[in-house]
């Protein structure tokens, strides 16, 4: 299984972020059956019609509050291609769950509600997707089917595109959808008679250049196990049954591999462990100190406190050299001194950002 290109989905709340989500994955045949029938049992239960955030927002008292707090994962087809889809949250009091969804992302898709337009946490969301390392973006216009003719879209895509230009952003898509009805999504929906662009799976699919770390060799990490399986977290390149890994503990066949809904589970020749970085060519770059820039949300009062989570690895914070602590946002060059050595690439963004928590509270997003 090869993961292509990973997209992260992010938007102001009440914007239809799960909404389109869930009607997406249903129409590109990505929602198991169980799942369906689940869909469908809520959405009578609430008599609302079908209610498609239901699929991604799997808890019932996320439901009521209709606040996406989790970050998931769902992969879908596409021809030979597999693509992973990150849910984020957007909601303002959840803001630092979005920089772990959007840290592994190569695609940045924002919904905006054309009802409340382009809000302050709409920049915020593209500005963190920005500064870790998304440069190619699609803009979903929402809720078009409340007007009547493309004047909105037209309103929303001129404000969008001047801010892209302020930002520097080159490589952005904007297209109409209607999220509830399934206007515009794939190319068999119903699409809007005035707008003659791509439906916004071709949007997001085609024509992509590859991704920067497509050529190189496999790396994955372990982030659990169940009944003699791993669960695996494929940062490049594919993995194969047959294939032979390496770790820093030595080496592994693959012997066999299971594709679900939301992980890629691995059964090998040995054990492994959670946090463990498997690779198939040259060892990558273990090292206990890292230079980095990072945004930071808050300070714990000690910076011992701190932990340092890259991909499934944990290791405790000694010390951060550069940091400015009277400036609690972008801290431009900081190094960072760690317990103990960690897997760290340059070149794979799954294995070169990270954050750093306390309590289980994100204190700062960064990038290597």
Not at 14 to 31: M, N, P
Request: hydrophobic share 40%.
């Amino acid at each position: 299984m090869k993961v292509s290109r990973t997209i992260a989905i992010t938007g102001h709340v009440d914007h239809g972020k799960s909404t389109l989500l869930g009607h997406l994955l249903w129409k590109l045949g990505a929602v198991p059956d169980d799942r369906k029938a689940a869909l469908e049992r809520a959405s009578e239960s609430r008599e609302k019609g079908m209610e498609w955030a239901f699929f991604s927002d799997a808890l019932k008292a996320e439901r009521d509050a209709q606040i996406t707090v989790d970050t998931s994962q769902y992969f879908f087809r596409q021809g030979n291609q597999t693509w992973r889809v990150v849910d984020v949250p957007g909601h303002v009091e959840y803001l630092r769950h979005m920089v772990v969804g959007a840290s592994r992302a190569d695609v940045g898709l924002i919904i905006v509600g054309a009802d409340a337009g382009i809000e302050e946490q709409t920049r915020r969301h593209a500005d963190i997707l920005r500064f870790l390392g998304v440069e190619e973006f699609v803009v979903a216009i929402n809720k078009l089917d409340l007007f009547e003719g493309d004047r909105r879209f037209l309103q929303l895509k001129a404000e969008f595109l001047e801010f892209w230009e302020e930002s520097g952003v080159e490589d952005v898509s904007i297209v109409p959808i209607s999220a509830k009805l399934g206007q515009n999504l794939t190319p068999d929906s119903t699409g809007f008679e005035w707008f003659k662009g791509p439906t916004l799976i071709e949007a997001l699919t085609q024509d992509q250049a590859p991704r920067p770390d497509s050529d190189l060799g496999t790396a994955l990490g372990v982030v659990g196990q169940y009944e003699g399986k791993i669960f695996a977290e494929l940062y490049s390149g594919s993995v194969c049954a047959g294939d032979v890994l390496q770790s820093n503990q030595g080496e592994l066949v693959v012997e066999q591999v299971y594709q679900g809904l939301n992980s890629l589970a691995l059964k090998l020749s040995g054990p492994a462990s959670r946090g463990q970085i498997f690779f198939s060519d040259a060892p990558l770059n273990t090292t206990p100190h890292l230079e980095a820039k990072a945004l930071f949300f808050g300070l714990p009062e000690e910076l011992n406190q701190l932990e340092l989570h890259l991909g499934p690895q944990v290791a405790r914070v000694l010390a951060i050299e550069g940091l400015e602590p009277s400036v609690l946002d972008i801290q431009p060059k900081i190094r960072i001194e760690l317990d103990t050595p960690i897997v760290v690439s340059k070149k794979i963004r799954g294995l070169g950002r990270f954050v750093l928590k306390s309590n289980g509270l994100i204190y700062a997003a960064g990038v290597v």
